[in-house]
């Protein structure tokens, strides 16, 4: 079978006017990256392409430059005020005799899709994917008009893909005077034969503001809820404070610890840790290592906190008991509360913090020192774990 050089076009021209903003939806950051980005690294990934070349607006020069960063592809081509116009300029800078077109707001495109369509480009003119139609659709204006059945509809996307050279001609031949929706419809108005192949809802494009939020959970793994539990215990000490909760609580005893005892945050800390499965605060931050010596207990937990966020994972919400004759809790959970829900940098709605006695029982009862327990729910994805 004969080899093909093929060149993907992608057109990042818009100017983003029905979305808003400070600046284009293609050069937004979706799912970490730029909108633009993700649909070039798909194409940067798939060995039959050889060739990409972006089309961007006029001034867009730097937004691009950001978006692309190090990638190897050559300079970005100028496009014009219509779609159309931005498609001829690219199709005037590629090599490729076969050739993707893709808009630029379709930031998930897998590689299943850009398979189809190669395939059919060696039966067909061009080749476009579709889904088909789900609702109900019906002719619009004044009043509402005839249903149209939706098995003689389809949903049309991109990457179009189509022999470079009947595409050039398509272009040619079309009436400028009337604007164009794709290029599909352009080669069949060559009376060129466009093949179908199916399309992907990983493709939907980026129109509308809220769009975005759709693609954020379209791309992100599916996240599974998962639980941890922590224990610690302190005993009094001579002192006139503790700490507990990372707040500085004036009483008559201080806790006993390598650390500064802050026996809430060490179990909250196991809790967190217990989630991701990552160890338990002593294989963290060991009591025999001179660097935690009198260290604030802060400093363990944000680090629980952000191996949480390494591992990909959102907390939910978290639950502390503590357990003691005295000091009382009461007056100081509020601002406990605040204070994790400051380190955790989750809302304060999302920290539960209680207290209990054991009815003068056991070593808490007998006020040797003070126990806690804590228990987290994060959100993780399910990858990997
Ligand atoms: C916060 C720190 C800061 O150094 O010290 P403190 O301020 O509490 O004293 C420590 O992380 C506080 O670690 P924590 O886990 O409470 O201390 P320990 O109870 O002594 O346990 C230390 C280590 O020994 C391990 N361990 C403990 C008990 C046991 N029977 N077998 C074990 O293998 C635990 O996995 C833990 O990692």
């Not at 395939?119 to 005839?146: H, Q, R, S, Y």
């Not at 599974?224 to 909760?245: C, P, Y």
Request: charged share 20%; glycine share 10%; aromatic share 4%.
């Amino acid at each position: 079978m004969m080899s093909h050089r093929i060149s993907a076009l992608v057109v990042a021209a818009g100017s983003g006017s029905r979305i808003g903003g400070d600046i284009p939806k293609q050069y937004r950051i979706v799912a970490g990256k730029p909108v633009l980005a993700h649909a070039v690294d798909a194409l940067l990934a798939h060995s039959a392409i050889d060739e990409i070349v972006v089309v961007i607006g006029d001034g867009q020069g730097a937004l691009y430059a950001e978006a692309i960063g190090d990638r190897p592809l050559p300079a970005p081509v100028i496009g014009g005020a219509l779609r159309r116009e931005s498609v001829a300029n690219g199709l005037a800078a590629i090599t490729g005799d076969w050739v993707l077109v893709h808009d630029a707001a379709r930031p998930f495109l897998p590689a299943s899709v850009i398979d189809r369509l190669i395939k059919a480009l060696e039966t067909a003119a061009g080749a476009i994917p579709v889904l088909p139609v789900a609702d109900t659709l019906a002719l619009g204006g004044p009043t509402l008009g005839d249903v149209v059945p939706r098995e003689t509809l389809v949903r049309v996307q991109t990457p179009q893909a189509f022999h470079t050279k009947l595409l050039r001609d398509a272009h040619a031949a079309w009436d400028a005077s009337r604007e164009a929706s794709d290029d599909a419809q352009m080669v069949r108005h060559a009376r060129y034969a466009v093949a179908m192949v199916e399309g992907s809802a990983m493709l939907e494009k980026i129109t509308w503001a809220e769009d975005f939020g759709a693609a954020e959970r379209r791309h992100a793994p599916a996240l599974v809820s998962r639980t941890g539990m922590g224990f610690d215990v302190h005993a009094f000490t001579q002192g006139d404070h503790l700490w507990l909760g990372g707040v500085k609580v004036p009483h008559g005893k201080a806790l006993a610890g390598h650390s500064d005892a802050d026996v809430a945050l060490h179990a909250l800390v196991d809790a967190l840790l217990g989630t991701i499965g990552d160890g338990d605060i002593g294989s963290h931050f060991p009591p025999s290592d001179e660097r935690w010596r009198g260290a604030a207990s802060h400093q363990f937990l944000t680090h629980a906190r952000d191996l949480v966020t390494q591992a990909g994972g959102r907390i939910d919400h978290v639950d502390v008991t503590i357990i003691c004759e005295a000091p009382k809790i009461g007056p100081h959970r509020p601002a406990i509360r605040a204070r994790i829900a400051e380190l955790l940098a989750i809302s304060e709605a999302q920290v539960s913090v209680k207290a209990t006695t054991t009815e003068k029982l056991g070593f808490t009862g007998r006020g040797e020192g003070i126990a806690a327990q804590a228990v987290a729910t994060v959100r993780v994805p399910e990858v990997g774990l």
